[in-house]
């Protein structure tokens, strides 16, 4: 369904993305990870036409859309979730909603959604005539989720969907991703809590530094132990805040405390 | 004061607030949508006073016509200058402190150009309304002021509604708020830059022949009726409309009841102590829109 | 070689339409005499510079002629506060300067030998209209008092009350308004509610017209006096029939001044150049530029300091009357005072006496 | 038990007609990590807002180091010693992350504006010494080498321990840490946890608003439970893991099944059954 | 770097040249008055571009100076430098009248700044017990240092020369120190700034301090250079042109204003013979150069010079917006 082909794209004199080719089959969730600064974002930037690519070729459904404006690509139901929430500050959480549908293939159905948005974060609903730069973190991050629904997606993109969430929120949203994909709507993930990536998608791409060094399946990457050194790694807080294991040694690149 | 100069003075200081008001929306409208500081809005106004008056000259146009003509000078002239100057300068990704001064740049222009084409002298607008006045309560009331307050109600009337409860004029808001986020969800964000200066235009450019008919057209007219809009706007809440609406009536009565009870010689001093007083206790105005910052 | 002389004033910015009276004027006058020869065999070259109305700008604007276009005499500006500040420089460097529009009473009293002027001071204007409203109407004498708050206005005030003091004159009512204000509705009520016979109002024509307007709306009936700003026909243009029955002095009218020989030829000339009435910036700026060519003539040398002395002495018809000046560099003409009579300037010393 | 850093009683803050917190008392033992957890919109950066002074409260009372502090402006109470970082990042964009770190120290420092005009001894002593400090503070979060970079050309996680060196450049007595973790994956955030008992072990009692467990629960020594802006509950990393309200309005369980114990497996389902 | 103080150093000496290569009264008077300017520009370049406060009340504090100075050696006959000193002591007693209003952000402390500077032109023009009113203060005496007259063109030139190289140094110290720093962070954001230890309304206050005294040292020395004092020259249209000098010159740097400055005085004078097209292509000239970003016409040149000498071959410092809210 979407096809990227040996595509860089960059900021300036900085290029983010070396020849990259990823690929997202219609009706799946397709997970992208990566560490702090690896190109994450700059992908789907560029997919949603906010970053022109140097080079290469985006295909949408066998459509080329690597030259058109990001109010073109929304037209084909491509909707990204950018990182950091970005919901309008000074517009109520209601028109935020609002904006959400702005495209004229979501507007017919605006309504109905908008129940559902409700449905699935009462939190929301709670606070549908607060100015959304007065919310929580978190609630933002509901509401960038209910605008992107809004706009009737085909390819969803989120990007840190469970940023800044309470566990029992970050459930819900995996729900909400497992939903979409219910209703035939194909998901493409970046997320840096890698587990919670990998457990939802049926594809995973790993990205450093711009290039993509693996693509698999995404039971296979859970187990390729290379991922689980540096995106899975975690630390079972279970038995250390227990104090099973207080001698264990953490493995750190930090330097040790001098100054403090 | 007696009640009959109570009323002229009310009725005086509303027709001005109106008028402030008019050129505050634009000003506030456009921090709405592209947070730009619009110092040429005032020029606006002048060029809709000219072309109303030269639509006039053309064709002995009747008023409801000059009106038209004015309003879609100042729109035209708004737009054009938006696609050609700022829109460039945000495409350099300038800091709004640039722009800011680029609209002085543009008002300095405007007022030079306006000064060669339409002379450096007042020009006389046609009495466009019947001049008797209308009698009201068993007031006399001047039918310029009935015409100022009445559209100018309906126009402001027209924008609360259009940015509270359409999806354009929400949309609008958005793309000024966050535009990269607003593209994302659709919003040509070029489009509704353009709309705005457009409304902004028309309604100052209506402003124009509103003042003009009520005074007269000349090519300097707008630079210190814009600022006192801007102070008026800045009054009410920059970038909130009915902020403007109300900054611009609040600001016209100030002024022309300082003027009346107070002193003709501090009479903008007054106003300017009422706008920092008001400040001290509400810091971004009337009608703030304020966000949390952390 | 061409003989300098300097020209400024605002060409532009808010007075800009003054200015331009003063530029045209002077041109005339220049190119007619470059066609007939110039003086002495030698082309005047006119130097104009804007000085945007602006005592800063006319500083510079002053020193730019006197030290880098090195311009034996200066003419200029407009406003007291800009002829002002021009004339410190005159002084430092030493050169003569001929005010064109600035009639406040100190541009010539600072002892500055450098500097003189055109128009007659405000004292003088003002005390002759005095006079008449004595003469003319011996029953009134509270007057409301309106002016722009500025140098003009201030000037205008002052020299009124001064003046009036001599016949008792009381003022009632003082009311002033900043330039640029278009809304006098607050004065003239106040002016309304007191017990004036008359008001006098101290406006540029631009303003004027407004208050004449406003006065009109407003429903109040007295006599009016004003200043010499609004003695332009752009006033009558612009206040309409609102200007009929309106005093006001003048130092150059049309109306009044069809019996002077030099004035006729002089309107004649520029009503043929420009299409359009000169007003008295221009006649003020005719007068200017030829007593300085006449100083030029006069002189024995061509160096400031001696076209000044010429200057000092020169005595010729101008377009308001025999010129000469007086030891401070006023000149001693008569002024002339104009009612507006159905949209038309008339002689008001031929009224009769108001009883 | 050591004696109470910070403490809390009957706080209160309202927007309009919402309560973000209500009548919150709590207190911060000195030198601990304190946990700070709770559903999103629980009041929880509120709070936190309210002891650093960002706010002021509707109600209540703040006390630090003994001393009634509700009334104090925000920078009186971090020269005071109470520092903080924040939930969405603010560095000072343009400045060089070293430049960013030296205005950790403004609160410590004292030379005015004469002694910059006559390049005194003291203030040059002083700058000297605030560069110092600085470039130990970026050492200790690893940051050393990107002492010139300007702060918003670094990556997210980066900015986050830019604005960790700042606030503990000045050896803050309290360190308010508003989701230092989010955005960090795994790895990063156990890096995190190292940073943080290093810091306490400083002398530097922390407050800790997190929603990573695996942060909160090894660096913590003592939780408080936000919900709807009361105190929900309050105690050690494990009796909060297994408190049944916690697991019901904040933790779930959905997909950590993989690696809790079976115990507390059982106890999820327990609170599942209550409610 | 060495290179900056032997930029410095020889760029004055250009300037303590320049009498000499253009010696015409006119010439360097207008030099003179641009050096002023230079002084008013550095004065709005903490604000605007330290602290991220725009004023529109440079002007008022400029006229505060010029009246000060202007009025105590008319009258008083107090020595040059001590007229100097009291202008720039008067214009920073007046800003403290400000203090209330520093809580103020963004626009809203800008347009409280004009309405200072309005009130402040009204009391110039009304009361003419203090100012000389709407006809001004004039015969205000030539400058003398210790019997040494400086009223000559050249010589007062070089007053100002050695007024902008102290004013010069002595915000450059500021800005570099722990206040500038502390400017520098609250302008890019206040809450983490207070959060850091920074007391917001006093820096601010202190910031707005500075730079009226500032502007009241230009003001004294423009009495003495105008002699002739009005209050149309100190209305807020002179603010507004403040500004302008600051950012089209660059507001990052002092030398940026200064270039702003010399800019705004220099090119109208350039153009004074082009009569009524002259404010027009000022105009144009600042929509242009408003376009050249917040390192402004100095960023160019800069980068324009680096690459003529290949200092850093195509180093073009990609520009970033301001912190300057509005
Ligand atoms: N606006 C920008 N200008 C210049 N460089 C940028 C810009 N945005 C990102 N970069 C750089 O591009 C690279 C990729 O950034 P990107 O945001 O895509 O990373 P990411 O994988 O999403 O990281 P994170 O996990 O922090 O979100 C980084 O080195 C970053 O510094
Ligand atoms: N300025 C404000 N105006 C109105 N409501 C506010 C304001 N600030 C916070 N709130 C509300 O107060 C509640 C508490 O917000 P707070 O930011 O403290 O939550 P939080 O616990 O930090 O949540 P999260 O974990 O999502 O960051 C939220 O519901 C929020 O909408
Ligand atoms: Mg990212
Ligand atoms: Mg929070």
Redesign the interface.
């Known amino acids: 369904m979407l096809r990227l082909e040996n595509v860089s794209a960059g900021y300036?004199?900085v290029t983010a993305l070396h020849n990259v080719d990823i690929t997202v089959e219609e009706g799946e969730v397709a997970a992208l990870i990566g560490s702090n600064g690896a190109g994450k974002s700059t992908a789907l930037r560029t997919i949603s036409g906010l970053v022109r690519p140097t080079a290469g070729k985006i295909e949408f459904r066998g459509e080329a859309i690597t030259d058109l404006s990001p109010e073109q690509i929304v037209e084909r139901g491509i909707i990204h979730v950018p990182e950091g929430r970005h919901v309008f500050p000074r517009l109520s959480v209601h028109q935020n909603l609002t904006v959400g549908a702005y495209s004229p293939r979501a507007r017919a159905k605006k309504n109905e959604t908008r129940e559902r948005v409700f449905e699935l974060f009462p939190r929301l609903y709670e606070r549908r005539l607060q100015l959304a730069g007065s919310l929580s973190g978190g609630e933002q991050q509901m509401l960038a989720f209910g605008r992107a629904m809004m706009a009737q997606p085909v390819l969803l993109m989120l990007d840190e969907p469970s940023l800044g969430l309470a566990p029992i929120m970050v459930e819900e949203v995996a729900r909400a991703i497992d939903y979409f994909r219910t209703i035939g709507v194909t998901v493409l993930l970046v997320e840096q809590n890698a587990e919670l990536a990998l457990d939802l998608a049926t594809r995973g791409y790993v990205i450093e530094t711009g290039c993509i060094v693996l693509a698999d399946s995404s039971e296979r990457l859970l187990e390729n132990p290379k991922v689980w050194a540096s995106y899975l790694g975690e630390q079972d807080w279970e038995f250390e805040a227990a104090g099973h294991d207080p001698d264990r040694t953490v493995v750190s690149d930090l330097p040790v405390n001098k100054g403090v | 004061m007696t009640l009959d100069q109570f009323v002229q003075t009310t009725l005086g200081g509303l027709a001005i607030g109106c008028i402030y008001s008019l050129i505050a929306l634009g000003i506030s409208m456009i921090i709405r949508s592209t947070?730009i500081?619009h110092f040429a809005q005032g020029e606006m106004l002048m060029i809709g006073s000219m072309m109303g008056l030269s639509a006039y000259w053309l064709h002995n146009l009747p008023f409801v016509l000059v009106l038209l003509a004015g309003t879609i000078g100042g729109g035209l002239i708004s737009v054009g200058i938006e696609f050609f100057?700022y829109r460039?300068?945000r495409l350099?990704?300038?800091?709004?402190?640039?722009?800011?001064?680029?609209t002085?740049?543009?008002?300095?222009?405007l007022?030079?150009?306006a000064?060669?084409v339409w002379g450096s002298e007042p020009l006389r607008y046609p009495t466009l309304f019947a001049s008797k006045g209308l009698v009201f309560a068993g007031f006399a009331v001047s039918p310029q002021l009935v015409w100022i307050v009445v559209l100018s109600g309906l126009i402001m009337g027209g924008l609360i509604i259009f940015f509270r409860y359409t999806t354009l004029g929400i949309a609008m808001q958005a793309a000024a708020q966050d535009p990269d986020t607003a593209r994302l969800m659709g919003v040509n964000v070029d489009r509704t830059t353009t709309y705005t200066f457009a409304l902004a235009g028309m309604m100052a450019g209506a402003a124009g022949v509103l003042l003009g008919s009520l005074f007269f057209a000349s090519f300097n007219m707008g630079f210190m009726t814009g600022?006192k809009a801007?102070?008026a706007a800045?009054l009410g809440g920059?970038g909130s409309v009915a902020g403007a609406m109300i900054g611009g009536l609040v600001f016209g009565i100030i002024e022309t009841f300082s003027g009346m009870l107070i002193s003709t010689?501090?009479k903008?001093?007054v106003?300017?102590?009422v706008?920092?007083v008001i400040?001290?206790f509400m810091?971004?105005?009337l009608f703030a829109r304020d966000g949390r910052?952390? | 070689d061409t003989i300098k002389i300097g020209v400024f004033g605002p060409?532009?910015?808010d007075a800009?339409a003054m200015g331009g009276s003063e530029k045209d004027a002077v041109s005339l006058v220049i190119q007619e005499k470059n066609a007939a020869g110039g003086i002495r065999g030698q082309q005047i070259e006119p130097v104009?510079?804007?000085d945007?109305g602006?005592?800063?700008?006319a500083?510079?604007?002053v020193?730019?002629l006197?030290?880098?276009d090195e311009v034996l005499i200066n003419i200029g500006s407009i406003s007291?506060?800009a002829s002002?500040?021009a004339s410190?420089v005159s002084r430092?460097?030493e050169t003569p300067q001929i005010v064109v529009g600035g009639t406040?009473q100190?541009i010539t009293t600072?002892g500055n030998k450098w500097v003189f002027r055109s128009p007659v001071p405000d004292t003088k204007l003002v005390s002759d209209l005095v006079d008449f409203i004595h003469d003319k109407f011996p029953k009134v004498s509270k007057f409301a008092f309106l002016y722009v708050?500025?140098?003009f206005g201030?000037?205008g005030f002052e020299a009124f009350k001064a003046a009036g003091a001599k016949y008792g004159f009381e003022i009632v009512d003082e009311e002033r308004y900043t330039r640029g204000d278009i809304d006098f509705t607050a004065q003239l009520g106040r002016i309304k509610a007191s017990p004036a016979q008359a008001m006098v109002e101290w406006s540029r024509y631009a303003e004027g017209a407004l208050v004449a307007k406003q006065y009109v709306q407003s429903g109040l009936n007295l006599v009016r006096f004003g200043s010499d700003g609004i003695a332009t026909p752009k006033f009558i243009e612009l206040a309409g029939s609102a200007a009929d029955g309106i005093y006001f002095t003048a130092h150059f009218s049309v109306a009044t001044s069809s019996d002077i020989p030099v004035a006729k030829e002089f309107v004649a000339k520029f009503q043929k150049a420009y299409g359009r009435v000169p007003d008295s910036y221009a006649a003020e700026a005719y007068d200017a530029i030829t007593m300085a060519i006449k100083a030029v003539e006069a002189s024995d040398k061509l160096d400031r300091a001696s076209i000044r002395d010429a200057l000092a002495k020169v005595s010729f018809d101008s377009s308001r009357g025999a010129f000469k000046f007086d030891d401070k560099g006023d000149p001693l003409l008569v002024t002339h005072v104009v009612k507006i009579v159905d949209g038309k300037e008339t002689n008001a010393r031929n009224i009769p006496v108001q009883n | 038990m050591t004696s109470a850093l910070l403490e809390i009683a009957g706080l209160t803050r309202r927007f309009g007609g919402l309560v973000a917190v209500r009548d919150v008392a709590m207190e911060v033992a000195q030198g601990s990590v304190h946990g700070l957890i709770g559903p999103n919109g629980a009041g929880k950066t509120t709070l936190l807002n309210l002891i650093?002074g960002?706010i002021p409260s509707s109600s209540g009372r703040i006390a630090f180091g003994g001393e009634e502090i509700t009334r104090w402006?925000?920078?009186?109470r971090?020269?005071a010693g109470i520092?903080?970082t924040?939930q969405n990042l603010?560095?000072?964009?343009?400045?060089t992350v070293l430049?960013?770190v030296?205005?950790?120290m403004?609160?410590?420092?004292h030379?005015?504006?004469w002694?910059?005009?006559l390049?005194t001894r003291a203030?040059r002593n002083?700058?000297a010494a605030?560069v110092e400090r600085a470039r130990e503070a970026l050492d200790f979060v690893g940051l050393l080498h990107l002492s010139d970079t300007?702060a918003?050309e670094l990556p997210y996680g980066s900015q986050r321990l830019v604005e960790m060196a700042?606030?503990t450049v000045?050896r803050p007595k309290l360190l308010l840490l508003d989701e230092p973790a989010a955005g960090l994956n795994g790895a990063e955030s156990r890096r995190l946890v190292d940073l943080i008992k290093a810091i306490r072990a400083g002398g530097t009692t922390i407050l800790l608003v997190e929603h990573h467990m695996d942060v909160v629960m090894p660096s913590c020594d003592c939780i408080t439970v936000l919900n709807y802006g009361q105190r929900l509950a309050n105690g050690s990393p494990a009796e909060i893991r297994a408190h049944p309200e916690v697991i019901k309005a904040y933790l779930g369980g959905g997909y950590r099944k993989r690696r809790t114990t079976p115990e507390q497996q059982q106890q999820m389902e327990l609170a599942r059954a209550a409610s | 770097m060495r290179a900056l103080p032997i930029a410095r150093l020889t760029l004055l000496l250009v300037l303590a040249g320049l009498p000499f290569a253009q010696s015409?009264?006119?010439?360097v008077?207008?030099f003179s008055?641009a050096l002023i300017s230079v002084i008013l520009a550095f004065s709005q370049q903490l604000l605007?571009g330290s602290a991220g406060i725009?004023s529109l009340g440079q002007g008022a504090f400029f006229g505060v100076g010029a009246y000060t100075a202007a009025s105590l050696s008319i009258s008083a006959d107090v020595p040059f430098l001590l007229t100097i000193a009291a202008g720039g002591l008067a214009a920073g007693l007046s800003s403290l009248l400000l203090i209330?209003?520093v809580?103020?952000?963004g626009?809203?402390l800008?347009?409280?700044t004009?309405?200072?500077a309005?009130?402040i032109h009204?009391i110039m023009?009304?009361e003419d017990w203090l100012t000389g009113?709407?006809?001004?203060m004039?015969?205000i005496p030539a400058p003398t240092l210790f019997g040494f007259s400086l009223g000559g063109e050249v010589r007062f030139y070089y007053v100002c020369l050695i007024a902008v190289a102290l004013v010069f140094l002595?915000l450059d110290?500021?800005t570099?120190?722990?206040?500038?720093?502390?400017l520098?962070?609250m302008s890019?954001?206040?809450?983490?700034?207070?959060?850091?230890?920074?007391?917001?309304s006093v820096y601010k206050s202190?910031c707005f301090l500075?730079a009226a005294i500032v502007s009241g040292i230009a003001g004294g020395l423009y009495a003495y250079h105008?002699?002739?004092?009005?209050p149309?020259?100190f209305d807020?249209q002179k603010s507004?042109d403040i500004?302008?000098m600051v950012?089209?010159g660059g507001?990052r740097s002092l030398s940026g204003a200064a270039l702003g400055a010399v800019i705004v005085v220099l090119v109208?004078?350039v153009l004074?013979?082009s009569?009524?097209?002259?404010?027009?292509l000022?105009?144009?000239?600042?929509?242009v150069l408003?376009?050249?970003?917040?390192r402004g016409l100095s960023g160019i040149l800069i980068d324009l010079a680096k690459r003529i000498s290949s200092f850093r071959p195509g180093a073009g410092s990609?520009?970033?917006?301001?912190?300057?809210?509005?």
């Open positions: 300036g004199a | 947070d500081l100057i460039k300068l350099l990704r300038v800091s709004l402190i640039n722009i800011m001064i680029a002085l740049g543009v008002s300095i222009v007022q030079n150009v000064r060669l600022i801007f102070v800045t920059l010689a501090y903008d001093a106003g300017m102590v706008l920092i400040l001290l810091p971004s105005g910052s952390v | 060409f532009s910015g800009a104009y510079a804007d945007g602006k005592p800063e700008e500083v510079n604007t020193k730019r006197i030290s880098r007291s506060p002002l500040a410190q430092q460097s406040a100190r600072q708050n500025d140098d201030r000037g | 650093s960002h402006a925000v920078d009186r971090a020269r520092r903080r924040f603010k560095l000072f964009r343009d400045m430049e960013n030296m205005v950790g403004h609160g410590e420092t030379c005015e504006i002694h910059s005009l390049r203030q002083e700058e605030i300007k918003d700042r606030a000045a | 015409n009264a006119y010439w008077h207008v008055l605007v725009v209330p209003i809580r103020l952000k626009s809203s800008a347009v409280a004009l309405g200072f309005i009130i009204l023009l009304n009113g709407s006809i001004g004039m015969d002595a110290r500021i570099h120190s722990r206040f500038g720093r502390a520098t962070a890019q954001d206040e809450e983490a700034a207070r959060a850091s230890g920074v007391a917001i202190k500075i105008s002699r002739y004092l009005n149309n020259d807020f507004i500004l302008i950012v089209i507001i109208p004078e004074r013979s009569g009524e097209f002259r404010l027009l000022f105009g144009v000239m600042v929509i408003a376009g050249t970003g917040s990609p520009q970033k917006p301001s912190a300057v809210k509005l």
